[in-house]
């Protein structure tokens, strides 16, 4: 094996842009006529959203069904060239894994790299985000020449480890997080190597999902395959290796110079976590974007140090990668979602952080960690880029997770692990326009969608109580956050189902507001063991909860053990007929609360979409509540009453900075933060290590 | 005067390099400074903006307020609350937006 052997390679992760030109993709430039890479990149584009397609029909995990994919076509060197997802880290982390292959396989005697082969990954060092996310390519060869990589990237709900759901809030270290794969040849001459699924299989707990889903991957590169070997005899290989290298170049021009047309300046936006997987407690993530010319730079100096012996912690990349949610999604919307557009991006990660992990250090909670900081991102984007198209700006969105994370026996006696799609269901955050979109999607996974929950019920234990609109899920604002939803799931014809909740927020909200729009409320998981809801059921009783206010409502009949959780669950045994419900948030609020045109108040009302309370305190509109008639004139009074308050509330920055500093947390929640309020104050050494920049 | 807007509630003054409301014209300060130092300040009890659900319970819907405060920063003129922070208590309040005026004076032809 070449360069490092057996730990992990630290070197192939710093290349996330790409590789230089070959001396072929150079010669290759002058046979690329400008119609005909046109037509050639919409082939290669049409190839991949078919792949990620059948990806989607073939896959049996909750997440690749519904739309958790990235299906590309990278250049022989690695590079993801071509990429079609919603999944937008994946289309600048998915190329680690070919980069690992194409440094440490091609030349190796004993592995090699060959027509017909297949290649596993799903070490997150490699892939960035968690090992739930599982990755497998082929290579493409033409007359003997390895023309390029045809991989896909798909969430696979269950990866071992402590805990089922594919994350593991008891963590401690990498060894409690099950099956971590660097890539590994798993298919020769066309066929995958049995021995070693079987071992897959062994070491996870939901088999027949872990095989289908790596069979719809292979499947659907094969058919990309046969489409790309099509794509090379009409254009000739020299024009198609040149092409799609071409792709990367002019994916990096044009996003710098999207990137010089936003003020230069700096843009700070703190983050704050409060829990560190199974007990409470503060950590932060500061991130600042500094933009000068064409180059955005993140740097995350005192942010919280590496978090040991809990699982909350991200490899860099993973961060990198996280902020392409951004990028491809809102700033470079319009450009190819490839990892040229990192030639537009520098990057200054601090040592021993927890957004800088190393060594044997849990990740697990890793997507927690990086969407708490793409959601910093946003807000901070939003900031750079209003005043250069204000359609860009736009709140954070989605919440911190509150995933339920299952494993046990089905109603058919079948082993199933995996998590409920719900997280597609979050609401989009407001923007200077309009309010966010209901129950959208996930900000990280634009092109998923959350199930019609009789999908759900077929082969899982569980009966939907509910499953609507939640009123208390978004944050208020001249426009609203997008409505999440809470829904509620009855385990059924099984026993000891281990049920438990990945994600953050029940007591620092996660999702931010912009402008003075309002967070998105805490979220939380409420069980009920021993609960009389089958019984309510079979009596057909009309006082049953329909939506997640009625369950929190003093006249619920439901009975039972009641619990309320952080939404950072570990997982516990549920019997037939025990409970369980979660609020999955939605967006953040755009700009002042009491600018919100009353009449989408009132059509809120109608559609009870926000609450009476809401109205009448955050809003502060006069109405009728029978007939939902609005009294423009008190209204009018009303919000001037309100300004009035806040004048008379105020104070000057300097007075209030005063008191205020007096403050701090106490001892026992920054634990885990370092040194108040700078984490690494009193570090050494005490400068960032320049990771790239 | 040449103003240019930066975010919904924000302009600057390129002449007088001065922050502005967006909405009523009032100079919030020097452009190359935080222009919250110009802004009227409060924190605001969480139960006002996120109302407990549940009654006496430890989750609420309601923010800890060991851990997180709501600090709101409001315009002296008009009362327009111009941007909000989620801050655990203490915290320093966020200097989030520190411009390159002379490059921003450059891009828009005003003369340094």
Known sequence: MSGIAYTRDHEVVQRLRPEPMTEAEIAAQALIDDVEFDIYKHKMHMIALEGKETTMKLGASTAMRWGDVAFGIFTAQGDLAVCATGIYHHAVLGQLPLKYIVKHWVNEPSVGVRDGDSFFY????????????????????????????????????????????????????????GLLVPPIKIGENYQLREDILNMFAAMTRDARTMILDIKARLAAARIAQRRVLEVIDDKGPDFFIGALRRILTQTGEAARRRVAELNDGVYRQPRFLDTVGTDPGLTKINLTVIKKGDRITMDFE???????????????????????????????????????????????????????????????LAPLVQTC?????????????????????????????????????????EGVADITPEINATGCGARPDMDGVNAAGAFFATMSDCSDVEATEADRPFLYTFRNFFNNSYGHGAHRGGSGVGFGLMVHDTQKFML???????????????????????????????????????????RLPHNLAE???????????????????????????????????????????????????????????????????????????????????????RRLAAREERKRRGKSYDEFARGWATQSPPKEALRYFGAWPNPRDGMAPPAARVVNG | MTKVRITEYLDIALDSEHWCCNRCGHALGSA????KHGCLVAERALEEVHPPLVEGGSYSFTPDSRYCRLVEFYCPNCGTMLENEYLPPGHPLTHEIELDIDALKRRHGVSA
């Open chain 2, 32 to 35: 190359r400074e935080n222009y």
């Open chain 1, 373 to 413: 900081f793409t959601q910093g991102i946003f807000l901070a984007g939003a900031r750079m880029t209003y005043s250069y198209d204000s359609s860009r700006s736009v709140a954070a969105w989605f919440s911190g997770f509150a995933i339920p994370t299952f494993g046990g026996l089905n109603q058919y006696g």
């Open chain 1, 122 to 177: 799903n070490d997150p060092f490699y892939g960035g985000v968690h090992n739930a996310d599982m990755g497998l390519a082929v290579p493409v060869f033409h007359e003997g020449r390895l023309m390029c990589f045809i991989g896909a990237a798909v969430h696979t709900g269950e990866a071992g480890g402590t805990e089922p759901g594919g994350t593991c809030n008891t963590a401690k270290t990498k060894y409690d997080e």
């Open chain 1, 500 to 542: 438990g909740s990945m994600g953050g927020g029940s007591r620092f909200p996660t999702t931010l507001g912009l402008f003075g729009g309002y967070a998105v409320p805490p979220v939380f998981v409420r069980t009920v063991m021993n609960s009389n809801l089958k019984e309510l059921l079979a009596h057909s009783d009309a």
């Open chain 1, 302 to 364: 005192n942010s919280s140090p590496l978090v040991e012996d809990r699982p909350i912690n991200s490899f860099f990349q993973g961060i990198l990668g996280l902020s392409c949610v951004y990028y491809c999604g809102w700033l470079f919307h319009d450009l190819p979602a490839n990892n040229g557009l990192l030639e537009a991006i520098d990057w200054r990660f601090p040592d021993d952080a927890m957004v800088n992990a190393k060594g044997d250090a849990s990740t697990s």
């Open chain 1, 551 to 637: 369950v929190m409502a003093p006249d619920n009949p439901e009975q039972g053990d009641c619990q309320d959780n952080d939404v950072s669950m570990v997982v516990k045994p549920f019997n037939d007929g025990d409970t369980y419900y979660v609020a999955i948030g939605g967006g953040g609020g755009y700009g002042d609360p009491l600018e919100r045109d009353p009449r989408s108040v009132l059509k809120d009302l109608r559609e009870n979409l926000v609450s009476h309370w809401a109205a009448r305190n955050i809003y502060r509109i006069a109405y009728d509540e029978a007939s939902l008639r609005l009294d423009e004139d008190a209204t009018r009074a």
